[in-house]
């Protein structure tokens, strides 16, 4: 079966400082890979998502940037954090092909003070 | 981004009633997603509808694809405390894109 990991599951960084959040899918090959972000009570916005090795789409001009050096692995990162940065952060993977259901991993807390 | 209208934004109901939530889209789509999210945790997949008309039941929760593809329901029957939690609707307007698009959330509080 498929799982999803994130990691750290939370985080509290200063203003300034670098970051890098992980996240590595088992159990499946070639999938595409999501980034969203979650801020307190609120939905959920698409940062990046990927389609294969390499392949970065940006859906919002941000602070952050996102990388895919293996075929399940998502990394999520800024050279310099800001206040506004702080939120959820959530992982998500779907197949390819017509019934792609999209899952989501259990997220990592940021908080930049 | 686009998003789908979901609606209440927020429900008090006492345990053992009813639960009803839907999203609404002036778009035609071709999925509809719905998941749970309890707090500090990612949103757990709870059903996946794909054909317009379509009913599926999970347990006590029960969701259908609206007949015009622009709208999808979710109901949750004698609901119980771990019901609590946000609940969201996704849909994807063409099958196999890449991105969906997601409701603002339900949030369901249960007085015991």
């Known amino acids: 079966s498929q799982t999803i990991h994130q990691w750290p599951a939370t985080l509290v960084q200063p203003v300034g400082s670098p970051l890098s959040l992980e996240c590595t899918v088992e159990?499946?090959?070639?999938?595409?890979l999501y980034w969203y972000r979650q801020a307190a009570g609120r939905g959920l916005q698409l940062l990046f998502y990927s389609v294969g090795i390499g392949q970065i789409s940006s859906e919002v001009p941000q602070n952050l940037s996102a990388s895919r050096p293996q075929d399940r692995q998502f990394i999520l990162s800024s050279k310099k954090l800001l206040l506004s940065d702080s939120g959820f952060y959530l992982c998500a993977w779907t197949t390819s092909g017509t019934y792609n259901e999209q899952f989501f991993g259990p997220g990592t807390r940021l908080t930049v003070l | 981004g686009q998003q789908l209208n979901q609606s209440p934004q927020s429900m008090f109901i006492q345990e053992g009633e009813d639960v009803s939530m839907n999203c609404t889209s002036s778009?035609?789509?071709?999925?509809w997603l719905w998941y749970k999210q309890d707090p500090g945790e990612g949103p757990v997949l709870l059903i996946a509808l794909y054909k317009a008309g379509e009913l599926t039941s999970n347990g006590r929760l029960t969701a259908q694809f609206g007949i015009t593809r622009k709208d999808s329901f979710l109901n949750i029957s004698a609901s119980i405390p771990s019901d609590v939690g946000i609940y969201f609707c996704?849909?994807?307007?063409?099958?196999?894109?890449?991105?969906?698009?997601f409701g603002q959330g339900t949030r369901l509080t249960i007085n015991p």
């Open positions: 996704a849909g994807r307007k063409i099958q196999g894109a890449q991105k969906l698009v």
């Open positions: 159990g499946t090959s070639n999938p595409n």
């Open positions: 778009s035609i789509f071709n999925t």
